[in-house]
């Protein structure tokens, strides 16, 4: 079965320092990789997503992902984090039919 | 364009009762869900379309039963709640072809 995995219930960056939420994927074949972020009492959205092509996938609010086929891996990060940046982010994984399998999440919380 | 939006935004029910939970878009997307979310377990998909006069099974089925009668409604009714279905309730759509979900605001229900 095609899975996400989020090994981190929670990271803590000081403000202005990179961080990194860490994803670890299971598939066959190809993978379609998304990041969605998700605000208290609201819903999903959208971050960034890898399809194909160039490794590292920019997204929204300074974000990016680096997709490792090696490692099995899809990182996300950001150089400088912003105590704005403090919510809960979801890695997941297209699965056919548009469908999305979701990871756990995993808590950032920014420091000022 | 409003988006995806959900109706209600908050339910008490009782065990036993019923209820639909309305998502609407506007954005003439072919694929809806319908998805819940529990603490440290991430979303998990409980059904979804791929276009209109068609749905099919998700993850998590089981207790719930959906209906798409137009584009751009998709319906989640609860034919007889109860405590386990207590849960804050996703819709979501895309227009397909590895593109991202869009998602709605939720619907927070609670089964006593």
Redesign the interface.
């Given at each position: 079965a095609q899975s996400v995995a989020q090994p981190e219930?929670q990271v803590n960056v000081a403000e202005g320092n990179p961080l990194t939420v860490k994803c670890t994927y299971s598939v066959s074949g190809n993978p379609?990789l998304?990041w969605?972020v998700q605000y208290p009492?609201?819903?999903?959205?959208?971050l960034l997503?890898y399809?194909t092509g160039d490794n590292l996938v920019k997204g929204s609010y300074g974000f990016e992902a680096e997709f490792n086929k090696s490692q099995t891996s899809f990182h996300l990060k950001k150089p400088s984090a912003l105590v704005s940046d403090s919510a809960l982010y979801?890695c997941a994984v297209?699965t056919g039919?548009?469908?999305?399998?979701?990871?756990?999440?995993t808590r950032l919380l920014v420091s000022p | 364009n409003a988006g995806?939006t959900q109706t209600p935004k908050f339910r008490v029910l009782k065990t036993g009762q019923s209820m639909t939970l309305l998502c609407a878009q506007d954005m003439n997307h072919e694929?809806m869900?319908w998805y819940r979310q529990d603490p440290?377990?991430?979303?998990?998909?409980i059904h979804?379309s791929?276009g209109e006069g068609t749905t099919?099974k998700?993850?998590v089925p089981d207790g719930y039963n959906v209906s798409r009668l137009k584009k751009q409604n998709f319906l989640l009714g609860l034919e007889s709640a109860a405590p386990s279905q207590t849960s804050v309730y996703?819709c979501?759509s895309?227009p397909?072809?590895?593109?991202?979900?869009?998602?709605?605001?939720?619907t927070r229900l609670t089964v006593l």
């Amino acid at each position: 079965a095609q899975s996400v995995a989020q090994p981190e219930d929670q990271v803590n960056v000081a403000e202005g320092n990179p961080l990194t939420v860490k994803c670890t994927y299971s598939v066959s074949g190809n993978p379609y990789l998304f990041w969605y972020v998700q605000y208290p009492n609201r819903g999903l959205q959208f971050l960034l997503k890898y399809i194909t092509g160039d490794n590292l996938v920019k997204g929204s609010y300074g974000f990016e992902a680096e997709f490792n086929k090696s490692q099995t891996s899809f990182h996300l990060k950001k150089p400088s984090a912003l105590v704005s940046d403090s919510a809960l982010y979801f890695c997941a994984v297209n699965t056919g039919f548009q469908k999305l399998v979701f990871g756990t999440g995993t808590r950032l919380l920014v420091s000022p | 364009n409003a988006g995806v939006t959900q109706t209600p935004k908050f339910r008490v029910l009782k065990t036993g009762q019923s209820m639909t939970l309305l998502c609407a878009q506007d954005m003439n997307h072919e694929y809806m869900y319908w998805y819940r979310q529990d603490p440290g377990m991430g979303l998990r998909l409980i059904h979804y379309s791929v276009g209109e006069g068609t749905t099919a099974k998700g993850e998590v089925p089981d207790g719930y039963n959906v209906s798409r009668l137009k584009k751009q409604n998709f319906l989640l009714g609860l034919e007889s709640a109860a405590p386990s279905q207590t849960s804050v309730y996703f819709c979501a759509s895309t227009p397909g072809q590895a593109s991202s979900q869009f998602f709605g605001p939720g619907t927070r229900l609670t089964v006593l």
